[in-house]
Protein backbone atom coordinates (compact mmCIF):
# COMPACT_ATOMS: atom_id res chain seq x y z
CA UNK A 1 0.00 0.00 0.00
CA UNK A 2 2.86 2.24 0.99
CA UNK A 3 4.63 1.52 -2.61
CA UNK A 4 1.33 2.66 -4.28
CA UNK A 5 0.55 5.67 -3.00
CA UNK A 6 4.04 6.22 -4.61
CA UNK A 7 3.62 6.36 -7.46
CA UNK A 8 2.53 9.48 -9.07
CA UNK A 9 2.23 11.40 -12.57
CA UNK A 10 6.25 11.76 -12.45
CA UNK A 11 6.84 9.88 -15.47
CA UNK A 12 4.67 9.91 -18.37
CA UNK A 13 3.47 6.59 -19.77
CA UNK A 14 5.32 5.00 -22.09
CA UNK A 15 8.36 7.77 -20.82
CA UNK A 16 10.63 6.40 -23.71
CA UNK A 17 8.49 6.98 -26.71
CA UNK A 18 9.04 10.71 -25.97
CA UNK A 19 11.94 11.14 -24.41
CA UNK A 20 15.20 9.53 -24.87
CA UNK A 21 17.61 10.82 -21.55
CA UNK A 22 15.13 11.74 -18.30
CA UNK A 23 17.38 13.35 -15.20
CA UNK A 24 15.34 12.10 -12.13
CA UNK A 25 16.13 14.54 -9.20
CA UNK A 26 14.41 12.97 -5.92
CA UNK A 27 14.95 14.11 -2.33
CA UNK A 28 16.12 11.74 0.24
CA UNK A 29 12.63 8.73 0.63
CA UNK A 30 10.77 10.61 -2.27
CA UNK A 31 11.16 6.88 -3.84
CA UNK A 32 13.06 7.43 -7.04
CA UNK A 33 14.23 3.92 -6.55
CA UNK A 34 10.57 2.43 -6.41
CA UNK A 35 9.94 4.66 -10.16
CA UNK A 36 13.03 2.68 -11.63
CA UNK A 37 11.23 -0.18 -10.61
CA UNK A 38 8.29 0.38 -11.69
CA UNK A 39 9.62 1.42 -15.21
CA UNK A 40 11.58 -1.57 -15.08
CA UNK A 41 9.00 -3.80 -14.85
CA UNK A 42 6.22 -1.71 -17.28
CA UNK A 43 9.45 -2.69 -19.60
CA UNK A 44 9.58 -6.22 -18.62
CA UNK A 45 5.62 -6.33 -19.18
CA UNK A 46 5.99 -5.24 -22.67
CA UNK A 47 8.44 -7.95 -23.77
CA UNK A 48 11.36 -6.58 -23.32
CA UNK A 49 14.46 -8.77 -22.48
CA UNK A 50 15.91 -8.58 -18.86
CA UNK A 51 19.01 -8.60 -20.13
CA UNK A 52 18.47 -6.15 -23.06
CA UNK A 53 17.95 -3.88 -19.45
CA UNK A 54 21.38 -1.88 -17.26
CA UNK A 55 20.67 -1.33 -14.04
CA UNK A 56 24.23 0.36 -13.03
CA UNK A 57 24.60 1.44 -8.70
CA UNK A 58 27.61 2.90 -6.84
CA UNK A 59 28.00 0.65 -4.25
CA UNK A 60 27.06 -2.97 -3.73
CA UNK A 61 24.94 -3.08 -1.38
CA UNK A 62 21.85 -1.13 -3.32
CA UNK A 63 22.70 -3.45 -6.46
CA UNK A 64 21.88 -6.87 -4.41
CA UNK A 65 19.08 -5.11 -2.78
CA UNK A 66 17.30 -3.89 -6.02
CA UNK A 67 18.14 -7.41 -7.85
CA UNK A 68 16.04 -8.85 -4.85
CA UNK A 69 13.20 -7.27 -6.43
CA UNK A 70 12.88 -9.41 -9.35
CA UNK A 71 13.68 -13.02 -7.60
CA UNK A 72 11.85 -14.97 -11.03
CA UNK A 73 14.80 -13.40 -13.52
CA UNK A 74 18.06 -15.08 -13.44
CA UNK A 75 21.34 -14.64 -12.90
CA UNK A 76 22.38 -14.45 -15.81
CA UNK A 77 19.46 -11.93 -16.95
CA UNK A 78 20.32 -9.72 -14.56
CA UNK A 79 24.26 -9.83 -15.55
CA UNK A 80 24.03 -5.87 -16.52
CA UNK A 81 21.94 -4.93 -13.06
CA UNK A 82 25.24 -4.48 -10.98
CA UNK A 83 27.96 -1.78 -9.59
CA UNK A 84 30.15 0.48 -12.07
CA UNK A 85 33.25 -1.96 -10.50
CA UNK A 86 31.03 -5.33 -11.56
CA UNK A 87 30.14 -4.08 -14.82
CA UNK A 88 33.69 -2.95 -16.16
CA UNK A 89 35.26 -6.55 -14.42
CA UNK A 90 32.66 -8.44 -16.77
CA UNK A 91 33.65 -5.91 -19.98
CA UNK A 92 37.24 -6.98 -19.45
CA UNK A 93 36.70 -10.47 -18.96
CA UNK A 94 34.72 -10.61 -21.81
CA UNK A 95 37.58 -8.71 -23.81
CA UNK A 96 39.93 -11.34 -25.81
CA UNK A 97 42.64 -8.84 -25.31
CA UNK A 98 42.83 -9.28 -21.62
CA UNK A 99 42.07 -13.17 -21.10
CA UNK A 100 45.31 -13.65 -19.75
CA UNK A 101 45.12 -10.41 -16.96
CA UNK A 102 44.25 -10.89 -13.51
CA UNK A 103 42.19 -8.74 -11.41
CA UNK A 104 43.59 -7.34 -7.89
CA UNK A 105 40.19 -6.22 -6.10
CA UNK A 106 40.46 -4.83 -2.81
CA UNK A 107 42.98 -7.03 -0.87
CA UNK A 108 44.85 -10.49 -1.99
CA UNK A 109 47.68 -11.97 -2.94
CA UNK A 110 48.40 -9.01 -5.39
CA UNK A 111 48.07 -6.78 -2.69
CA UNK A 112 49.98 -8.74 -0.42
CA UNK A 113 52.75 -8.85 -2.80
CA UNK A 114 52.32 -5.13 -3.60
CA UNK A 115 52.90 -4.40 0.21
CA UNK A 116 56.01 -6.48 0.36
CA UNK A 117 57.77 -4.87 -2.83
CA UNK A 118 56.85 -1.23 -1.54
CA UNK A 119 56.05 -0.90 1.91
CA UNK A 120 52.40 0.20 1.98
CA UNK A 121 49.76 -1.06 4.20
CA UNK A 122 46.42 -1.23 3.05
CA UNK A 123 44.34 -1.79 6.52
CA UNK A 124 43.10 0.52 9.15
CA UNK A 125 44.77 1.64 12.38
CA UNK A 126 43.52 1.06 15.86
CA UNK A 127 41.32 4.12 15.41
CA UNK A 128 40.12 3.20 12.30
CA UNK A 129 41.92 5.57 10.65
CA UNK A 130 43.42 4.64 6.79
CA UNK A 131 46.50 3.18 6.51
CA UNK A 132 48.60 5.03 4.05
CA UNK A 133 48.80 2.68 1.17
CA UNK A 134 44.79 2.45 1.30
CA UNK A 135 44.74 6.62 2.08
CA UNK A 136 46.81 6.86 -0.99
CA UNK A 137 44.76 4.15 -3.44
CA UNK A 138 41.72 6.05 -2.55
CA UNK A 139 42.78 9.72 -3.00
CA UNK A 140 44.71 8.36 -6.66
CA UNK A 141 41.10 6.87 -7.89
CA UNK A 142 39.09 9.41 -7.00
CA UNK A 143 41.07 12.00 -8.79
CA UNK A 144 41.58 10.23 -11.80
CA UNK A 145 37.52 9.49 -11.60
CA UNK A 146 37.42 13.51 -11.70
CA UNK A 147 39.90 13.79 -14.83
CA UNK A 148 42.68 14.90 -12.94
CA UNK A 149 45.91 14.60 -14.56
CA UNK A 150 48.53 12.38 -12.94
CA UNK A 151 51.48 15.43 -13.40
CA UNK A 152 48.94 17.82 -11.13
CA UNK A 153 48.83 14.83 -8.00
CA UNK A 154 50.60 15.49 -5.20
CA UNK A 155 54.16 13.60 -4.95
CA UNK A 156 53.34 10.74 -2.73
CA UNK A 157 50.30 10.14 -4.93
CA UNK A 158 51.91 10.08 -8.15
CA UNK A 159 54.64 7.85 -6.64
CA UNK A 160 52.13 6.05 -5.45
CA UNK A 161 50.37 5.46 -9.10
CA UNK A 162 53.85 4.74 -11.29
CA UNK A 163 54.46 1.85 -8.73
CA UNK A 164 51.45 0.05 -9.06
CA UNK A 165 51.33 1.04 -12.89
CA UNK A 166 54.90 -0.68 -12.99
CA UNK A 167 53.49 -4.08 -10.76
CA UNK A 168 50.77 -4.43 -12.92
CA UNK A 169 52.91 -4.30 -16.13
CA UNK A 170 55.03 -7.08 -14.60
CA UNK A 171 52.36 -8.98 -13.13
CA UNK A 172 49.66 -9.10 -15.86
CA UNK A 173 47.51 -7.50 -13.34
CA UNK A 174 44.75 -5.13 -13.01
CA UNK A 175 43.44 -2.96 -9.92
CA UNK A 176 40.04 -2.06 -10.05
CA UNK A 177 41.76 1.52 -10.44
CA UNK A 178 43.37 0.90 -13.74
CA UNK A 179 40.54 -1.90 -14.72
CA UNK A 180 37.51 1.00 -14.34
CA UNK A 181 39.60 4.01 -16.19
CA UNK A 182 40.71 1.18 -19.23
CA UNK A 183 37.36 -0.22 -19.70
CA UNK A 184 35.77 3.66 -19.76
CA UNK A 185 38.80 4.95 -22.12
CA UNK A 186 37.85 1.96 -24.44
CA UNK A 187 34.29 2.63 -24.76
CA UNK A 188 33.14 -1.09 -23.54
CA UNK A 189 29.68 -1.68 -23.81
CA UNK A 190 27.64 -4.75 -23.60
CA UNK A 191 25.95 -5.41 -26.92
CA UNK A 192 22.15 -5.42 -26.86
CA UNK A 193 21.52 -3.14 -24.04
CA UNK A 194 18.17 -0.91 -24.76
CA UNK A 195 18.20 0.73 -21.92
CA UNK A 196 20.08 1.80 -19.04
CA UNK A 197 19.25 3.05 -15.36
CA UNK A 198 22.25 4.94 -12.86
CA UNK A 199 20.64 4.95 -9.86
CA UNK A 200 22.85 7.12 -7.03
CA UNK A 201 24.36 8.77 -10.01
CA UNK A 202 25.48 12.29 -7.51
CA UNK A 203 28.31 9.49 -6.77
CA UNK A 204 29.22 9.35 -10.11
CA UNK A 205 33.17 11.26 -11.01
CA UNK A 206 33.18 13.20 -14.30
CA UNK A 207 35.24 10.55 -16.43
CA UNK A 208 31.76 8.19 -15.59
CA UNK A 209 29.48 10.69 -16.76
CA UNK A 210 31.76 11.64 -19.72
CA UNK A 211 31.79 8.00 -20.56
CA UNK A 212 27.81 7.94 -20.40
CA UNK A 213 27.35 10.90 -22.86
CA UNK A 214 29.66 9.54 -25.35
CA UNK A 215 27.67 5.92 -24.88
CA UNK A 216 25.12 7.74 -25.96
CA UNK A 217 26.49 9.63 -28.81
CA UNK A 218 28.02 6.06 -30.11
CA UNK A 219 25.04 3.75 -29.42
CA UNK A 220 21.72 4.73 -30.88
CA UNK A 221 20.36 1.40 -29.86
CA UNK A 222 19.86 2.87 -26.54
CA UNK A 223 16.36 3.92 -26.52
CA UNK A 224 15.70 4.65 -22.61
CA UNK A 225 18.68 6.44 -20.27
CA UNK A 226 18.04 7.50 -16.54
CA UNK A 227 19.88 9.15 -14.55
CA UNK A 228 18.89 9.32 -11.00
CA UNK A 229 20.11 10.80 -7.90
CA UNK A 230 19.93 13.59 -5.41
CA UNK A 231 22.72 15.74 -5.48
CA UNK A 232 21.88 16.56 -1.88
CA UNK A 233 23.44 13.21 -0.68
CA UNK A 234 26.39 13.24 -3.05
CA UNK A 235 28.62 11.96 -0.28
CA UNK A 236 31.38 9.77 -1.78
CA UNK A 237 33.74 13.24 -3.25
CA UNK A 238 36.48 11.21 -1.60
CA UNK A 239 36.25 8.26 -3.78
CA UNK A 240 35.90 10.42 -6.98
CA UNK A 241 32.08 11.51 -6.85
CA UNK A 242 30.79 14.81 -8.49
CA UNK A 243 27.33 16.47 -7.52
CA UNK A 244 28.01 19.07 -9.82
CA UNK A 245 27.83 16.80 -13.07
CA UNK A 246 24.68 15.02 -11.83
CA UNK A 247 23.26 18.87 -12.18
CA UNK A 248 24.23 19.45 -15.36
CA UNK A 249 24.42 16.23 -17.35
CA UNK A 250 22.31 17.36 -20.59
CA UNK A 251 18.78 15.64 -20.71
CA UNK A 252 15.28 15.43 -22.76
CA UNK A 253 13.63 16.04 -19.47
CA UNK A 254 14.02 16.86 -15.65
CA UNK A 255 11.62 14.98 -13.20
CA UNK A 256 11.82 15.91 -9.25
CA UNK A 257 9.56 13.96 -7.00
CA UNK A 258 7.63 16.43 -5.02
CA UNK A 259 7.45 14.49 -1.49
CA UNK A 260 9.08 12.37 0.87
CA UNK A 261 7.30 9.12 2.18
CA UNK A 262 9.97 8.51 4.56
CA UNK A 263 10.88 11.73 6.99
CA UNK A 264 8.09 13.55 8.69
CA UNK A 265 7.81 16.78 8.55
CA UNK A 266 9.82 17.74 11.29
CA UNK A 267 12.32 15.66 10.09
CA UNK A 268 12.36 17.21 6.84
CA UNK A 269 12.41 20.62 8.18
CA UNK A 270 15.67 19.78 9.82
CA UNK A 271 17.14 18.40 6.82
CA UNK A 272 15.85 21.28 4.72
CA UNK A 273 17.92 23.44 7.24
CA UNK A 274 20.92 21.78 6.92
CA UNK A 275 20.73 21.56 3.30
CA UNK A 276 19.58 25.03 2.27
CA UNK A 277 22.89 27.23 2.02
CA UNK A 278 24.41 24.47 -0.18
CA UNK A 279 25.45 26.88 -3.00
CA UNK A 280 24.18 24.77 -6.36
CA UNK A 281 21.59 21.77 -5.65
CA UNK A 282 18.08 20.22 -6.68
CA UNK A 283 15.12 21.54 -4.79
CA UNK A 284 14.42 20.99 -1.19
CA UNK A 285 11.30 18.93 -0.74
CA UNK A 286 8.61 20.73 1.75
CA UNK A 287 5.86 18.07 1.21
CA UNK A 288 6.11 14.85 3.67
CA UNK A 289 3.38 11.81 3.49
CA UNK A 290 5.67 9.79 6.09
CA UNK A 291 3.22 7.08 8.13
CA UNK A 292 5.14 9.09 11.05
CA UNK A 293 4.17 12.31 12.76
CA UNK A 294 7.75 12.63 13.59
CA UNK A 295 9.47 14.90 16.22
CA UNK A 296 13.79 16.26 16.53
CA UNK A 297 14.64 16.74 20.43
CA UNK A 298 17.94 17.79 21.65
CA UNK A 299 20.23 15.67 24.63
CA UNK A 300 22.77 16.70 25.92
CA UNK A 301 24.57 13.41 26.22
CA UNK A 302 24.50 10.21 24.65
CA UNK A 303 23.53 8.35 27.53
CA UNK A 304 20.68 10.59 28.09
CA UNK A 305 19.49 8.75 24.81
CA UNK A 306 19.53 5.31 26.38
CA UNK A 307 16.25 4.90 28.03
CA UNK A 308 14.27 6.13 24.61
CA UNK A 309 16.78 3.72 22.64
CA UNK A 310 15.56 0.53 24.85
CA UNK A 311 11.55 1.34 24.62
CA UNK A 312 12.37 1.36 21.12
CA UNK A 313 13.96 -1.86 20.91
CA UNK A 314 11.37 -3.19 23.24
CA UNK A 315 8.63 -1.92 20.90
CA UNK A 316 10.98 -3.63 17.82
CA UNK A 317 11.98 -0.14 16.55
CA UNK A 318 14.50 -0.41 14.34
CA UNK A 319 17.64 2.57 15.97
CA UNK A 320 20.47 4.12 13.79
CA UNK A 321 23.73 5.57 16.26
CA UNK A 322 24.99 7.75 13.60
CA UNK A 323 28.38 9.50 13.71
CA UNK A 324 30.90 11.59 11.48
CA UNK A 325 33.82 10.00 11.86
CA UNK A 326 34.85 6.44 12.55
CA UNK A 327 36.40 7.07 15.94
CA UNK A 328 33.49 8.56 17.41
CA UNK A 329 31.15 5.73 16.18
CA UNK A 330 34.35 3.07 17.96
CA UNK A 331 33.78 5.07 21.22
CA UNK A 332 29.88 4.96 20.95
CA UNK A 333 30.30 1.00 20.39
CA UNK A 334 32.16 0.69 23.62
CA UNK A 335 29.86 2.97 25.65
CA UNK A 336 26.88 1.03 24.04
CA UNK A 337 28.12 -2.24 25.08
CA UNK A 338 27.95 -0.97 28.77
CA UNK A 339 24.67 -0.84 28.70
CA UNK A 340 23.61 -4.79 27.82
CA UNK A 341 21.39 -3.76 24.92
CA UNK A 342 21.58 -5.90 21.93
CA UNK A 343 23.62 -4.51 19.10
CA UNK A 344 23.59 -5.74 15.40
CA UNK A 345 26.65 -7.22 14.18
CA UNK A 346 27.59 -8.11 10.56
CA UNK A 347 27.43 -11.97 11.84
CA UNK A 348 24.47 -11.56 12.98
CA UNK A 349 22.67 -9.74 10.60
CA UNK A 350 23.96 -12.59 8.14
CA UNK A 351 22.49 -15.65 10.33
CA UNK A 352 19.34 -12.99 10.69
CA UNK A 353 18.73 -13.21 6.74
CA UNK A 354 20.03 -17.04 6.17
CA UNK A 355 16.80 -17.53 8.75
CA UNK A 356 14.65 -15.77 7.14
CA UNK A 357 15.17 -17.12 3.62
CA UNK A 358 14.38 -20.29 4.91
CA UNK A 359 11.65 -20.07 6.80
CA UNK A 360 9.70 -17.87 4.44
CA UNK A 361 10.29 -20.62 1.59
CA UNK A 362 9.33 -23.27 3.98
CA UNK A 363 6.04 -21.88 5.16
CA UNK A 364 5.48 -21.35 1.43
CA UNK A 365 5.87 -24.91 0.93
CA UNK A 366 8.89 -24.07 -2.20
CA UNK A 367 11.64 -26.07 -1.29
CA UNK A 368 12.17 -29.63 0.09
CA UNK A 369 16.14 -30.80 1.52
CA UNK A 370 16.77 -31.62 -2.48
CA UNK A 371 15.76 -28.34 -4.27
CA UNK A 372 19.22 -26.64 -2.95
CA UNK A 373 22.43 -26.29 -4.03
CA UNK A 374 24.76 -24.40 -1.51
CA UNK A 375 27.08 -21.85 -3.36
CA UNK A 376 29.66 -19.90 -1.44
CA UNK A 377 30.18 -16.62 -3.22
CA UNK A 378 31.42 -14.88 0.45
CA UNK A 379 28.47 -12.84 -0.24
CA UNK A 380 25.24 -12.35 1.70
CA UNK A 381 22.31 -14.99 1.16
CA UNK A 382 20.04 -14.81 -1.59
CA UNK A 383 17.24 -17.13 -3.34
CA UNK A 384 17.27 -17.50 -6.88
CA UNK A 385 15.81 -20.11 -9.96
CA UNK A 386 18.19 -22.16 -11.07
CA UNK A 387 17.43 -24.81 -14.16
CA UNK A 388 13.99 -24.19 -12.72
CA UNK A 389 13.98 -24.82 -8.86
CA UNK A 390 14.28 -21.99 -6.80
CA UNK A 391 18.06 -22.57 -5.00
CA UNK A 392 19.98 -20.77 -1.95
CA UNK A 393 23.08 -18.77 -2.23
CA UNK A 394 24.69 -19.23 1.18
CA UNK A 395 27.49 -17.73 2.03
CA UNK A 396 30.18 -19.50 4.67
CA UNK A 397 30.92 -17.20 7.70
CA UNK A 398 33.97 -18.52 8.82
CA UNK A 399 36.07 -18.80 5.92
CA UNK A 400 38.94 -21.05 8.15
CA UNK A 401 36.31 -23.63 9.26
CA UNK A 402 35.87 -24.01 4.86
CA UNK A 403 39.33 -24.49 4.72
CA UNK A 404 38.90 -27.35 7.28
CA UNK A 405 36.62 -28.85 5.43
CA UNK A 406 38.45 -28.53 2.46
CA UNK A 407 41.55 -30.16 4.32
CA UNK A 408 39.50 -33.50 5.75
CA UNK A 409 37.88 -34.14 2.39
CA UNK A 410 41.86 -34.11 0.87
CA UNK A 411 42.40 -36.61 3.69
CA UNK A 412 39.33 -38.99 3.26
CA UNK A 413 38.76 -41.49 0.42
CA UNK A 414 36.49 -39.28 -1.86
CA UNK A 415 33.46 -39.49 -4.05
CA UNK A 416 33.49 -38.44 -7.51
CA UNK A 417 30.72 -35.30 -6.80
CA UNK A 418 33.73 -34.33 -3.59
CA UNK A 419 36.40 -34.61 -6.17
CA UNK A 420 34.38 -32.19 -8.43
CA UNK A 421 33.64 -30.23 -5.39
CA UNK A 422 37.58 -29.79 -4.31
CA UNK A 423 38.45 -28.95 -8.12
CA UNK A 424 35.90 -26.43 -8.39
CA UNK A 425 37.30 -25.04 -4.29
CA UNK A 426 40.99 -25.13 -6.50
CA UNK A 427 39.39 -22.99 -9.36
CA UNK A 428 37.16 -20.73 -7.68
CA UNK A 429 35.61 -19.66 -4.34
CA UNK A 430 32.29 -20.05 -5.59
CA UNK A 431 31.37 -23.32 -6.46
CA UNK A 432 28.10 -25.73 -6.04
CA UNK A 433 27.39 -28.37 -3.78
CA UNK A 434 24.13 -30.95 -4.14
CA UNK A 435 23.08 -30.83 -0.37
CA UNK A 436 22.13 -34.47 0.02
CA UNK A 437 26.20 -35.38 -1.69
CA UNK A 438 27.70 -32.59 0.59
CA UNK A 439 27.51 -34.33 4.17
CA UNK A 440 31.59 -33.29 4.56
CA UNK A 441 30.82 -29.87 4.45
CA UNK A 442 28.79 -30.06 8.25
CA UNK A 443 28.42 -26.32 8.82
CA UNK A 444 26.57 -24.91 6.24
CA UNK A 445 24.38 -28.41 6.02
CA UNK A 446 23.59 -29.06 9.59
CA UNK A 447 21.83 -25.87 9.86
CA UNK A 448 19.63 -26.15 6.31
CA UNK A 449 18.64 -29.30 8.12
CA UNK A 450 18.02 -28.00 11.08
CA UNK A 451 15.47 -25.12 9.92
CA UNK A 452 13.74 -27.30 7.18
CA UNK A 453 12.93 -30.22 10.55
CA UNK A 454 12.24 -27.37 12.22
CA UNK A 455 14.44 -27.28 14.84
CA UNK A 456 15.79 -23.73 14.30
CA UNK A 457 19.05 -22.34 13.27
CA UNK A 458 22.09 -22.76 15.89
CA UNK A 459 24.68 -20.21 14.35
CA UNK A 460 27.14 -21.98 16.63
CA UNK A 461 28.22 -24.40 13.96
CA UNK A 462 29.72 -21.19 12.39
CA UNK A 463 32.19 -20.61 15.13
CA UNK A 464 34.96 -22.59 17.01
CA UNK A 465 35.35 -21.77 20.86
CA UNK A 466 33.78 -20.56 23.88
CA UNK A 467 33.61 -16.96 23.44
CA UNK A 468 32.31 -17.64 19.98
CA UNK A 469 29.81 -20.31 21.58
CA UNK A 470 28.18 -17.53 23.55
CA UNK A 471 28.17 -15.11 20.98
CA UNK A 472 26.18 -17.71 18.62
CA UNK A 473 24.21 -18.38 21.68
CA UNK A 474 23.41 -14.77 22.21
CA UNK A 475 22.24 -14.24 18.14
CA UNK A 476 20.03 -17.56 18.39
CA UNK A 477 18.15 -15.94 21.73
CA UNK A 478 17.70 -12.81 19.58
CA UNK A 479 16.13 -14.34 17.10
CA UNK A 480 13.95 -16.16 19.23
CA UNK A 481 12.88 -13.31 20.94
CA UNK A 482 12.45 -11.04 18.30
CA UNK A 483 12.40 -13.27 15.27
CA UNK A 484 14.00 -13.22 12.10
CA UNK A 485 12.78 -9.74 10.48
CA UNK A 486 14.08 -7.64 13.83
CA UNK A 487 17.35 -5.31 13.29
CA UNK A 488 18.33 -4.40 16.50
CA UNK A 489 20.26 -1.27 17.10
CA UNK A 490 23.26 -0.33 14.81
CA UNK A 491 25.98 2.34 15.53
CA UNK A 492 28.21 3.80 12.79
CA UNK A 493 29.30 6.28 10.82
CA UNK A 494 27.32 8.11 7.82
CA UNK A 495 29.49 7.42 5.17
CA UNK A 496 28.19 3.57 6.11
CA UNK A 497 24.40 3.58 5.92
CA UNK A 498 23.56 5.27 2.51
CA UNK A 499 20.15 3.49 1.64
CA UNK A 500 19.08 2.69 5.13
CA UNK A 501 16.47 4.06 7.56
CA UNK A 502 15.43 3.45 11.10
CA UNK A 503 12.45 4.53 12.76
CA UNK A 504 14.95 6.46 15.60
CA UNK A 505 18.12 8.20 14.69
CA UNK A 506 20.34 8.92 17.00
CA UNK A 507 22.67 11.64 15.82
CA UNK A 508 26.29 11.79 17.75
CA UNK A 509 28.02 15.30 16.55
CA UNK A 510 31.09 15.17 17.98
CA UNK A 511 33.40 16.32 15.81
CA UNK A 512 37.99 16.78 16.09
CA UNK A 513 39.79 19.76 15.24
CA UNK A 514 40.39 18.74 12.09
CA UNK A 515 36.92 18.41 11.18
CA UNK A 516 36.13 21.88 12.23
CA UNK A 517 38.85 22.64 9.22
CA UNK A 518 37.01 20.74 7.00
CA UNK A 519 33.90 22.12 7.62
CA UNK A 520 34.80 25.80 6.98
CA UNK A 521 36.97 24.82 3.63
CA UNK A 522 34.42 21.72 2.53
CA UNK A 523 31.05 23.58 4.17
CA UNK A 524 29.07 22.33 0.97
CA UNK A 525 30.16 18.96 1.17
CA UNK A 526 30.02 18.48 5.67
CA UNK A 527 26.09 19.39 5.18
CA UNK A 528 25.49 16.85 2.16
CA UNK A 529 27.02 14.50 4.97
CA UNK A 530 24.72 15.52 7.85
CA UNK A 531 21.69 16.09 5.50
CA UNK A 532 22.41 12.23 4.53
CA UNK A 533 22.34 11.53 8.12
CA UNK A 534 19.20 13.16 9.14
CA UNK A 535 17.07 11.80 6.31
CA UNK A 536 17.58 8.05 7.93
CA UNK A 537 15.07 8.44 10.06
CA UNK A 538 11.08 7.31 9.63
CA UNK A 539 9.82 9.23 12.84
CA UNK A 540 12.23 10.80 15.60
CA UNK A 541 15.89 12.45 15.32
CA UNK A 542 18.00 12.82 18.52
CA UNK A 543 20.64 15.03 18.31
CA UNK A 544 23.42 14.29 20.85
CA UNK A 545 27.34 14.24 21.91
CA UNK A 546 29.07 11.21 23.20
CA UNK A 547 31.52 13.34 25.20
CA UNK A 548 30.92 16.56 27.32
CA UNK A 549 33.77 18.38 26.39
CA UNK A 550 33.65 17.66 22.72
CA UNK A 551 33.56 20.06 19.59
CA UNK A 552 30.11 19.48 17.67
CA UNK A 553 29.42 20.98 14.10
CA UNK A 554 27.80 23.87 13.25
CA UNK A 555 25.23 22.62 11.28
CA UNK A 556 23.16 20.93 13.90
Known amino acids: MQQDKRWETTLPDRPFDQFRVIKLAASAGCGKTFVIERTINDLLARGTPPDAIMYVVFNKKPAVEFRS ?112 MLSLS ?20 PVQNNYWIRMLEQHPEIKGFVLAGDDKQAINRFKGGDAEGFLSFPSDLNVSLGASYRCPLPVLNLANSIAGPITRRSPLVFESKAEASGSVSYAPQ ?35 ASTGLPLQSEIADRIRRVYRSFIDMKASGQITLQDFDILNPNRSPSVRPVDGELKISCSYIDQAARKQEIKKMRESELSASQQSFLEQADENSAFPIPLHEA ?15 GDGPNPAYFYGGEKAAKMAEAVALWVDAFGPDYVPAQITHIHKIKGSEARLVVLLTDIGKKMIKVEREEEDDERRVWYTGVTRSLDRVIVTKLNRDSDVTRFL
Open 69 to 180: KFLHLTKDETRWWETHHSINLRLIKNNPLFKSIEVMGDRGKHWDAFTEQYGYEFGEDEDGEEAEGRRLRNLVSSKLYRNVAVEDMEEDECLFYERLCSYEAKNKALSFISMM
Open 186 to 205: MDMFPAGVEYVFVDEAQDNG
Open 302 to 336: FHMTIDEIKENIRDRKTTLILSRTKRVAGAARGRY
Open 439 to 453: ESVGLTTELIRDVLS
